[in-house]
């Protein structure tokens, strides 16, 4: 995932580079209100250079390395968080009690040489978080040697690296820059069909089936359809890792990345599967891929900043380096982690990461699986919880999508979507709430996360007419919202089935810019909705584990709990639930005849 894009994410500092054009517009294209109209960055990129020279090391002695009571010396140290998604990557400086001082974004490239297939220049990527952090650096005002600790977040891209660390093409093109595939790149469906075919138990922890944006189906492809790349292949890694191991030189991975996404099981004493690894014909992935038996928990200092990445960064060789975890689940860190000190009450919140697309993520102190969804994942975000995940490949990829689409108006940006949202709400005061009432959305486009755990599924549009205006769009956006939302209750009532007792969300990304999706989130699933206060969890959720390795804090659970921040609740309206249940049962019965349709012969 899953990246958080979206709403309030339109402004982004430009490249010079022409290929940034070469992204893939569906899924990368900002979109939304930009929060007071501001642009994101507070530093262009001829600001900072990735060669500049780092100012002279200041070292955090061990004494005061490890007295978290030292409240003066916190004062003065700094953390720097580093968030890389699907269109960009946006680095943050934050104080010890967690407030942002600076943040910049950059984009990154993106190529897509065949439908479903989507590689990033890992090369690119790094070029692009030095450039953030440079710029965040500079933004804050900090002293960069009084930044003690960095960590990062990324999507679960997958970076393919040979024995001497060189790129190695995932490309059917062969290009070599492109060594790393996308998140949502779907080449890998067969495999991930052949994965979930074999019944083991790995799947269990997956909702039972194995969805293409894992990478043991992605690996399989690339052994199968590029053997030279495989055969010289030394390192694999997801991209926190991979970034990990450009700023530390540490081949540590995290027990978030293997765990979410590399069927590595933390509870279990032999992490690794050897039997599953055989079945699906990967017995050579640890070796081959330099992977650790054992993964690093989080908030784990994997070592300092090397000199050469110190000076690209414009660091010192005196910052930890935290282990990485993936942007979702840094965000679920950020919203949930301030529930640590009782988990007693953890598992009545909900986290709702959602930008280009949604994450879901419910904490408990002991495993729930509910089918369709992924996990019971153990220790990935606080340790000893476990975490439960659901998702919708598209939400805020799907607004751009659906106007554009439609063609009433141009490609989507912020100036677009607030028009549409302000001539919704236009309409809905003159036609009151039905608005569109015989117009509904299936929004699973790009397939079914969750509650269904089919990438084979499609989306749905009933009620379309000839109407080819600009409000016939705002309609057709306006339902698309409802459908979001129901899918959002979808996969909440299946949680809830299966023994959590969520009643609150916890919103943060684009989504929270949008007035109708956070009126909806509310609306459909009955829940009181928080929009996190915090201006970006992900980079907040990254920071605690950032403070944890610099050893700010003696453990993770106390860094969440002092650098939470509070929120904006909002209740939902009684008046819409007949309405909405209405939607529901529709949404519902839509799901049934899609899948007769699809069997009949």
């Known amino acids: 995932m899953d990246k958080v894009e979206g709403f309030g994410e339109a402004d982004v500092c430009a490249s010079d580079d022409a290929e940034a054009r070469r992204i893939w517009p569906e899924f990368t294209r900002p979109f939304g209100f930009p929060?007071?109209?501001q642009p994101l960055c507070q530093a262009s990129s001829s600001d900072v250079h990735t060669s500049a020279s780092p100012p002279s090391a200041w070292i955090v002695s061990p004494s005061e390395k490890q007295n978290s009571a030292n409240i003066i010396a916190r004062g003065s140290q700094f953390v720097c968080a580093v968030d890389v998604g699907t269109g960009s990557a946006r680095a943050g400086i934050l104080d010890a009690s967690g407030k942002l001082l600076g943040r910049v974004e950059h984009p990154i490239l993106m190529n897509q040489p065949l439908a479903g297939h989507a590689e990033h220049d890992s090369e690119d990527i790094w070029k692009s978080v030095c450039i953030a952090v440079q710029g965040a650096v500079a933004a804050s005002k900090v002293d960069p040697s009084h930044v003690v600790g960095i960590s990062f977040d990324a999507t679960c891209s997958l970076v393919v690296r040979d024995e001497e660390g060189s790129p190695l093409t995932v490309s059917t093109s062969g290009e070599k820059r492109w060594d790393t595939i996308v998140w949502l790149d779907h080449r890998a469906l067969d495999e991930a069909d052949e994965c979930t075919a074999t019944?083991?138990?790995?799947l269990s922890y997956l909702g039972g089936v194995m969805s293409p944006e894992m990478q043991t189906p992605k690996l399989m492809w690339l052994k199968r359809h590029l053997p030279e790349t495989w055969n010289k292949a030394g390192y694999f890694f997801d991209l926190a890792d991979y970034l990990s191991w450009r700023a530390s030189g540490s081949l540590a991975r995290s027990q978030c990345t293997l765990t979410c996404k590399w069927t590595y099981l933390a509870h279990e004493l032999e992490g690794w599967q050897p039997d599953y690894l055989e079945t699906i014909g990967l017995e050579d992935l640890v070796e081959r891929g330099n992977l650790p038996e054992r993964a690093s928990p989080m908030g784990a200092d994997v070592g300092r900043l090397t000199p050469e990445a110190a000076k690209a960064l414009g660091l010192t060789t005196s910052c930890h380096v935290g282990a990485g975890l993936i942007d979702a689940y840094a965000g679920a860190l950020?919203?949930?982690?301030?529930?640590?000190?009782d988990l007693s009450q953890i598992d009545r919140h909900l986290a709702l990461i959602a930008g280009t697309s949604s994450c879901l993520m419910a904490l408990s102190p002991e495993p729930i699986s509910f089918s369709g969804g992924w996990g019971p994942y153990y220790g990935v975000a606080?340790?000893?919880c476990w975490l439960s995940e659901g998702g919708q490949s598209v939400t805020g990829a799907l607004l751009d999508h659906i106007t554009r689409w439609h063609g009433a108006v141009g490609d989507p940006n912020a100036a677009v979507h607030k028009k549409i949202t302000e001539r919704i709400?236009?309409?809905r005061e003159r036609e009151g709430p039905d608005l569109a009432s015989r117009l509904h959305v299936l929004p699973d486009f790009h397939g079914n996360r969750s509650p269904l755990a089919d990438p084979h599924a499609v989306g749905v549009i009933s009620g379309l007419t000839l109407d080819a205006s600009f409000d016939s769009l705002c309609r057709l956006y306006w339902r698309t919202c409802v459908g979001i939302a129901l899918g959002v209750r979808h996969i909440l009532d299946a949680l809830n089935d299966k023994g959590y007792a969520i009643d609150t969300m916890h919103v943060t990304g684009g989504h929270t810019k949008s007035p109708l999706l956070m009126e909806l989130y509310a609306d459909a699933t009955g829940c009181t909705v928080i929009a996190l206060a915090a201006e970006d969890a992900v980079l907040l959720g990254t920071a605690m584990v950032a403070a944890t390795a610099a050893g700010l804090y003696p453990d993770l659970?106390?860094?969440?709990?002092?650098?939470?921040?509070?929120?904006?609740?909002?209740?939902?309206d009684p008046s819409a639930r007949n309405r909405l249940d209405r939607d529901y049962r529709i949404f519902l019965e839509m799901h049934a005849q899609r899948k007769v349709l699809d069997t009949l012969q």
């Open 35 to 37: 929060a007071g109209g």
């Open 199 to 202: 019944g083991h138990k790995v």
């Open 334 to 341: 950020g919203v949930l982690g301030g529930f640590a000190g």
């Open 382 to 384: 606080l340790p000893d």
């Open 425 to 427: 709400m236009e309409l």
């Open 557 to 572: 659970p106390s860094a969440c709990m002092a650098m939470k921040q509070g929120g904006r609740p909002r209740q939902p």
